[in-house]
């Protein structure tokens, strides 16, 4: 709140912007507000519903049984399965999910507590569906100046935001495919009884075969279909390759890797942490296929509604909530409620309902915990996003001075030059670990990115596109 009365102030004091374009962008803020909370609701619901139906402890179970090798429980249940999570829910879920799984299959708390934050890396660009490009990198470009600028260019603003997810694929995959191998390596070498990174090298075929099985789907899918899929196809098929592979021992190590006894650890590793007490959610067994279904749904029908071969997409995308030329001003805002995947995410929860055979009071727990953690979130962003609407249109002022984040590109552009790419990815991160999200950062710093690769001629999409890679990078250390 005091972030965004302060950009109130600058902009009306200082940018010489109407009172009224502010009241205005302030209300656009609150329409992408609403897409955001909406995607989070349901990706949150539909968890909790399968942590009350005892579907998540289905899915764990069925992991804790591949290998007793710590190293392939990381990359298997941190790194594929993390990133299916993400993919699937985002905004911090794959932590919630694999830290206590780690913790119940023996391992350290804080090393747990490690591994959650650094699979919250490459999968992130594209988690909750696709939230922080269709959200964040949207949201953050998309203005009248932009659209007639590409449109002298015969591209659509669709066209560049697909030009931005195909350059973030391809350098995640590049990134990413050794992220699993760094955290093997972190882990035998801080909480290893040898404090051997050597011990996590030893795992390296296995580690780049987790990495790769996880990437290549994710580029390709990044590349031909969007940015909904990436992580949540590249973990889906990387989970079915990996495990099979685990199972038939495909380039395992000879040796076996564990932690030191449990009595000699140091006290930092557990804290005052005692999990012999863990509450059971659901004494009901549910089978692997009902467990997995409602995820695989949620993916075929995001991928149904996404062709544009179908007509499923226009008539979903048809259904408009606009409100054009707000108070009178040049400010538009509008949303597409049934196309958003909140809608599919919310369907497949009442699916799942039906199919778990959960009763209403299990159900409504569900809920009543979502709507706890969604209070929490919007209570940030209905400042956050108005705050990030009033500084991108800042360009409507009496002061004849550039937008804000333009003002700060021509700055940036005079000052540091042709090595800009250098610095670009390190503003992402530092907006993710600000802000607390990838998509918060992709809001404030995308036309900030884009003004100054205008300005020293590099490509637009790709230093766009390092923004969001950086604001991925970032969010390992978020708020």
């Not at 911090?92 to 699979?119: E, K, N, R, S, Y």
């Not at 179908?310 to 400010?331: D, Y």
């Not at 670990?433 to 992709?442: C, P």
Request: net charge positive.
């Amino acid at each position: 709140p005091i972030a965004f009365i302060i950009t109130i102030i600058i902009a009306v004091f200082i940018w010489g912007v109407p009172l009224i374009e502010v009241i205005a962008s302030s209300l656009q803020g609150l329409f992408i507000t609403f897409d955001i909370l909406y995607i989070i609701f349901g990706a949150i619901l539909l968890l909790n519903v399968l942590k009350y139906s005892g579907g998540i402890t289905t899915i764990r179970n069925g992991f804790s049984n591949i290998s007793t090798d710590r190293r392939v429980q990381v990359v298997i249940i941190v790194w594929l399965f993390g990133a299916f999570i993400e993919g699937a829910a985002g905004f911090g879920t794959p932590a919630a999910i694999t830290a206590p799984l780690l913790l119940a299959l023996g391992f350290p708390a804080m090393a747990a507590v490690m591994l959650g934050m650094m699979v919250q890396s490459t999968p992130v660009t594209f988690g909750a569906v696709g939230t922080p490009i269709l959200v964040g990198v949207r949201g953050g470009l998309e203005n009248p100046e932009i659209n007639s600028l590409l449109a002298a260019n015969n591209l659509t603003f669709q066209d560049y935001l697909q030009l931005i997810t195909t350059n973030v694929a391809i350098i995640h995959t590049i990134v990413g495919t050794i992220m699993p191998l760094f955290m093997c390596m972190m882990m035998t070498r801080f909480f290893g009884a040898n404090k051997s990174w050597k011990e996590g090298l030893e795992i390296f075929p296995f580690a780049l075969f987790g990495g790769l099985a996880f990437t290549i789907p994710y580029m390709l899918t990044g590349i031909f279909l969007g940015p909904e899929f990436p992580s949540l196809l590249g973990a889906l098929i990387g989970i079915a390759i990996v495990t099979f592979a685990a199972r038939k021992k495909f380039l395992l190590p000879k040796k076996h890797w564990d932690f030191p006894a449990r009595e000699r650890w140091p006290k930092s590793w557990m804290g005052r942490m005692d999990i012999s007490n863990e509450t059971v959610m659901n004494e009901k067994k549910i089978s692997m296929v009902k467990a997995w279904f409602p995820y695989l749904l949620v993916a075929l029908l995001l991928v149904i509604s996404r062709l544009p071969q179908l007509p499923v997409k226009s008539f979903l995308s048809g259904m408009n909530v606009e409100w054009t030329q707000i108070l009178g001003t040049g400010i538009s805002a509008s949303s597409s409620p049934l196309y958003l995947p909140g809608t599919i995410l919310i369907l497949v929860v009442f699916i799942t309902y039906f199919l778990h055979k959960m009763n209403l009071t299990k159900f409504n727990m569900a809920i009543k915990d979502s709507s706890k953690m969604i209070i929490g979130a919007g209570f940030v962003l209905v400042f956050t996003i108005p705050m990030v609407r009033i500084y991108i249109n800042s360009g409507m002022n009496e002061n004849e001075l550039a937008s804000m984040p333009l003002a700060m590109a021509e700055w940036v552009a005079g000052n540091v030059g042709q090595v800009w790419p250098l610095f670009s990815p390190s503003i992402g991160a530092l907006g993710a670990f600000i802000a607390g999200s990838n998509t918060v950062s992709n809001l404030m710093f995308s036309l900030f990115q884009f003004g100054v690769a205008e300005r020293l001629a590099l490509s637009g999409a790709m230093i766009v596109a390092l923004q969001a890679i950086g604001a991925a990078a970032g969010n390992m250390i978020a708020i």
